[in-house]
């Protein structure tokens, strides 16, 4: 056998008490396929990074062709010839294909760009992908297959022997994800070592040659034998007993709040999606990212537009045109990102409690002492450590989401959705957002859990519904739920 | 309860400090600016010249409240120059050539300049026009409108009580133009901290977003927000007419500018949801003292324009450095 391109040697990686990295070896051979495989925050997109040199370890030392290597800067690495391809693509749109192959590096004639040369050598990695378009035209208004190839023809250019390929396919199709395969092993069949991350099993397991599975920033396990089944691979990802960070779940009753049928968006990022949810249930919607599951929840607070199907509300079909009008039903979100859809940072908690009860305070004069009195009761009733002229800026992430939350229960709304609840968030703040959110189901409230965490859907839900490439895949109770069937259903 | 009135005094008195706070470099700097001119030209301090500077501050005054409206939801209105442009010439040829009453005149001003302004508001909010290119464009327009009403000729010659607005004195000390502009700027301050909809506007700038997601009617509040910025501009055109007892299409040409300065010398940032009306009464202040200020040391009107563009930089970069430290 070949010697390894690259060797990775007990690396470490610890934000202040944080170790996100513990002691991670890993060998990539020329001409192999390696899967990283592992849940959100297990690790591998921080050790992606230490080998792209995005992120330098804390501990351990890495080869490359033997020689010894520390890239401190991505340049250093693309330099040796290790090129990480993102999952957001970062191509200039308005650009040519060949500009964006060669920017930064443009070939260089008598001081001015050589335009000539860099066409003709783009035309040619292009080539070696199979891809027959022009390099002279512009990148805008190609399929997002074809930019995906033009970034790794754009790695190919700098003379890559090591690709790193982050969730290459989360957002291709069926016919695309086959064209990319095909140029994945012709790649390989000419010597380059490919990093393969993605969730999806079955595509892991028909391009690569070993899955090394991460777990908590750990090595866990090593698989080399395609005939291994799906089960033990998930099994081994999400492998140790769930504590008990969950408060008792509430007693749902056979009223039902938010019936959904046959709800479809616009542009296919969810189809035909059917389900109820009763009050005082606690429904958790899980699924892999791009799933559809945040468009699914916006769309049902109004906050999207949908194609087809009906959101019925008590039995009332709404017609929803904007967020106030779900709000004005009595259905609210607490949205997937916190600083950028939930709060104005950079305004007072007070005022951020306000801004989602204007139209309860409307019309009448918002004195100071109005508007502290009310945001001191939704501070206090939540538990928000702060007061409510505190900027929102100055709050931990635990007490933002929760002044997220205040803003709206001051409402006493029919059906309260949460989308990613605890991104970001430390433990001992999560378990007082379980709190808040089974006591809300246990006053009757309909609510509708989104999250990446397995963890935490399986430890709040009465039902999980798993979307999977946005079809419905099924819907599970809490007492036949666990991380395998999840995940089995996920990853169809 | 005690202890509760001790609490809720101790808050309010944190808040008020904080309020102060946020205009206070302004402040400080019109304070060492009046105390200067003071010391420097024996005419700047004396009741007359304080009234003089009223008097002259109107226009820009109306102007930038409605500037503040705009730049808080995050927007910029360049039209305002020619709002009021447009609005003096409806009012002219509706009063001296249509021959209408005065005030019939001017509620046809303030429609027309609704119009621009309503225009502007749909162009930003449905078709996704950039507030900068929409209120350029209008800038254009409304001025050429403004121009067409007359091929371009001035008017002259309104009834006598119209230009005794702008001159006769009540109670000796305040005519009606300042008492207009400074009603305005108590209803705009009143409303901006104490209406729903006025907390609105400090929401949508903040974050469009998270008002779109909590409730509030983004576009609604955009397009009201550029029709009273607009009319306010159409207001003080009429001001303007009443100072000058005629009306030119070339009026108000690079008002927008002076307007935008004020603004943000008086703390509102460009970015949008923060500043108000308080800083921005300061910011039409600077203004005015210093154009005031350096006519009485006799500084030439082409060094004033370099002066004003030197404090624009000191104010506003002083209000960046102050903000990062914080």
Redesign the interface.
């Known amino acids: 056998m070949t010697d390894p391109v690259l060797c990775l040697r007990d690396i470490s990686k610890s934000y202040g008490p944080l170790q996100v990295l513990k002691g991670v070896s890993l060998d990539v051979y020329p001409g192999e396929v390696v899967a990283l495989l592992g849940e959100n925050g297990a690790g591998k997109s921080t050790l992606s990074g230490i080998i792209a040199g995005s992120r330098t370890p804390s501990e351990g030392s890495m080869t490359w062709l033997g020689q010894p290597y520390a890239p401190a800067t991505p340049r250093e690495a693309i330099d040796k010839g290790v090129v990480l391809i993102h999952q957001e693509l970062q191509l200039l749109p308005q650009l040519s294909i060949a500009e964006n192959v060669f920017i930064g590096r443009w070939p260089m004639k008598n001081g001015v760009v050589d335009r000539r040369q860099m066409v003709r050598r783009a035309q040619e990695q292009l080539a070696r992908l199979n891809l027959h378009i022009p390099a002279t035209r512009t990148v805008a208004g190609l399929s997002t297959a074809n930019q995906q190839l033009i970034e790794i023809a754009k790695a190919l250019a700098l003379n890559a022997k090591l690709l790193i390929l982050d969730e290459p396919t989360a957002a291709l199709g069926g016919a695309e994800t086959e064209a990319l395969f095909e140029q994945v092993r012709k790649l390989r069949s000419e010597g380059v070592g490919i990093v393969y991350i993605s969730h999806r099993m079955e595509e892991i397991k028909r391009i690569t040659d070993r899955i090394v599975v991460l777990r908590d920033g750990e090595r866990v396990q090593e698989f080399s034998d395609s005939a291994t089944p799906v089960r033990t691979i998930v099994e081994s990802m999400v492998g140790r007993p769930l504590d008990r960070l969950f408060p008792a779940l509430p007693v749902p009753t056979d009223h039902p709040v938010l019936q959904v049928s046959g709800l479809s968006s616009p542009d296919n990022s969810f189809r035909d999606v059917t389900f109820d949810v009763r009050a005082g249930e606690i429904l958790g919607i899980a699924g892999l990212v791009g799933a559809g599951r945040t468009e699914l929840v916006r769309a049902i607070?109004g906050?999207d537009p949908i194609s087809a199907g009906s959101i019925r509300l008590e039995g009332e079909e709404l017609r929803l045109r904007?967020?106030?009008d779900a709000?004005?039903k009595g259905i609210v979100?607490v949205?997937e990102d916190r600083k950028?859809?939930?709060?104005?940072v950079?305004?007072r908690i007070g005022?951020n409690i306000?801004?989602?009860n204007?139209?309860k305070?409307?019309?009448?004069?918002?004195?100071?002492?109005v508007k502290?009195t009310f945001a001191e009761k939704a501070v206090a009733k939540f538990g928000v450590k702060g007061?409510?002229?505190q900027y929102a800026s100055d709050l931990s992430g635990g007490n933002q989401q929760k002044v997220v939350i205040a803003?709206w229960l001051m409402r006493d709304p029919k059906v309260v959705v949460l989308d990613e609840p605890t991104r970001g968030i430390d433990v001992g703040a999560r378990a007082g957002i379980y709190d808040i959110i089974v006591n809300l189901a246990k006053q009757g409230v309909a609510v509708i859990v989104v999250s990446s965490d397995l963890e935490e859907v399986l430890g709040v839900s009465n039902r999980i519904l798993v979307l999977a490439q946005g079809k419905q895949a099924g819907i599970l109770d809490c007492d036949q739920a666990n991380d395998v069937s999840v995940m089995e259903l996920a990853t169809i | 309860m005690v202890a509760l009135d001790i609490n809720?005094h101790r808050?309010?008195s944190?808040?008020w400090l904080?309020k102060v706070k946020g205009a206070a470099g302004p402040l400080v700097g019109l304070l060492a600016l009046c105390v200067f001119l003071s010391l420097s030209t024996d005419t700047f301090l004396s009741v007359r010249n304080g009234l003089n500077i009223l008097d002259q501050i109107t226009v820009l005054g109306i102007m930038a409240v409605g500037m503040t409206f705009v730049i808080l939801i995050g927007g910029i209105d360049l039209s305002v120059g020619s709002a009021l442009a447009l609005a003096m010439m409806v009012m002219g040829w509706t009063a001296n050539v249509a021959g209408l009453p005065l005030p019939v005149a001017i509620a046809f001003a303030l429609i027309a300049s609704a119009i621009s302004g309503l225009i502007v508001g749909l162009l930003v909010t449905q078709f996704r026009v950039p507030a900068f290119i929409a209120t350029l464009a209008m800038m254009s327009a409304a001025r050429g409108v403004a121009n067409m009403i007359t091929d371009g000729q001035q008017i002259v010659g309104f009834p006598d009580w119209f230009m005794m607005l702008a001159i006769d004195r009540h109670f000796g000390i305040l005519t009606a133009t300042v008492f207009l502009m400074l009603a305005v700027v108590l209803a705009a301050w009143l409303f901006l901290r104490?209406?729903?909809?006025g907390?609105?506007l400090?929401?949508v700038g903040?974050?469009a977003?998270?008002?779109?997601?909590?409730?509030?009617?983004v576009p609604l509040v955009t397009i009201a927000v550029y029709v009273v910025s607009a009319v306010l501009a159409g207001l003080a055109g009429i001001v303007l007419a009443a100072r000058l007892d005629s009306v030119q299409p070339s009026s108000g040409l690079g008002y927008e500018l002076d307007t935008i300065a004020a603004v943000v010398i008086g703390g509102t940032s460009l970015s949008g949801?923060?500043g108000g009306i308080g800083g921005t009464l300061i910011g039409v202040l600077i203004i005015g003292v210093l154009r005031n200020g350096l006519n009485l040391l006799n500084v030439s009107p082409f060094l004033q324009q370099v002066i004003i563009g030197i404090v624009i930089v000191l104010a506003v970069g002083a209000e960046t450095i102050r903000r990062r430290r914080a």
């Open positions: 607070s906050a904007d967020p106030a709000i004005a979100m949205p950028e859809q939930g709060l104005v950079g305004h005022e306000i801004y989602a204007l139209d305070l409307g019309g009448r004069w918002i004195t100071p002492r502290r007061r409510a002229e803003k | 809720e808050l309010s944190g808040a904080s104490f209406r729903s909809e907390r609105m400090y929401a903040g974050n977003e998270v008002a779109r997601l909590a409730g509030i009617n949801g923060a």
